[in-house]
Structure formats: C-alpha cells, structure tokens
C-alpha cells in the first residue's frame, strides 16, 4: 500500500471525497498541502468535476441541510458557503432548491425555543436572545419573528 506522502492528487482526492462532499476550492488547498503541484491538482480536480466525483453545487446542498439541522440561519450559511469558495450562483441555486423545504422564520423559532426557555422580561435578556439568533445567522425579520412566536406552542 501506498504512503499518503507518495499518492497521486487523485487518490488523495477520492480518499477526502469518500468522508464527505468538498467543494472545489477545499480540496484544491488540501491537495496543496499534501504537496501536490498546482498543474496536477487542477488537471486532478476538472477530471473530478467531469467524472460526477467532485461538485460545488452538490457540496453547497449538502452544507447547507447539515447547517439547517444544526440550526443556523441563511446568512450564517451563505458567508460560511462563501469562504468555502461557492460562488453566488451556485450558493443560490442550493437556497431556491432548499426554498419548498425550509421555512426560516420557523426555524428561527424553533432554534430560539431549544435554547431558552421563554422572550425574557428585562431588555438584556430580551437582547441576549437577539444576540444569540443573529450570531445564528438570522435576519432582523426572522429574529423579531421568532422572538414573537418562538414559545406559541409552549
């Protein structure tokens, strides 16, 4: 068997591949830093791209249900697919097909409920929660909206 240090970029790739899905721009600084050279890490990565092994726009759907079952809101989720090198389009193909299956206002509500036990009765507590679903990744209207509905049900 092969050491790490003598595989070729592709097997290192499909080794990464075969935990998760990685967008383009992931594996392109992992294969780097396993010492590959930038010519063979790109040649390695449009094979990949070709053969269905490697996508951006799976990787960005893929993220984003893992981030929607931790409950994170969709800016949170759109600056982490950013840094991972999703560009915009392919970051908003994922929201539109997501958009049928995932009501933000009551996720926002939902994630509040699980971490607090009611809206506060003093300011600071109330701006606690704010904080909390803003760090989260929600909007203003999706944070005033959970903040209203969050404990209906309760």
Do not use: N
């Not at 992931?26 to 990949?48: M, N, Y």
């Not at 079952?69 to 097909?97: H, M």
């Not at 904080?131 to 209207?141: S, V």
């Amino acid at each position: 068997m092969a050491r790490a240090d003598d595989a070729s970029p592709r097997e290192d790739a499909i080794r990464l591949l075969a935990r998760r899905e990685y967008a383009r721009a992931e594996l392109r600084e992992r294969l780097a830093a396993k010492g590959h050279g930038p010519e063979a890490v790109e040649a390695c990565l449009a094979a990949l791209v070709e053969q269905g092994l490697q996508s951006d726009a799976r990787f960005a759907e893929s993220f984003l249900r893992a981030r929607v079952a931790r409950g994170q809101g969709p800016v949170r989720i759109r600056a982490e697919l950013s840094r991972r090198g999703i560009d915009e389009a392919t970051a908003r193909a994922a929201f539109d097909e997501a958009a049928g299956e995932v009501d933000w206002f009551a996720l926002a509500a939902e994630t509040l409920a699980r971490r607090f036990d009611g809206p506060g009765q003093a300011p600071r507590e109330r701006a606690r929660r704010e904080r909390f679903l803003a760090g989260r990744g929600f909007d203003f209207d999706q944070l005033r909206h959970a903040l209203a509905h969050a404990w209906d049900d309760a």
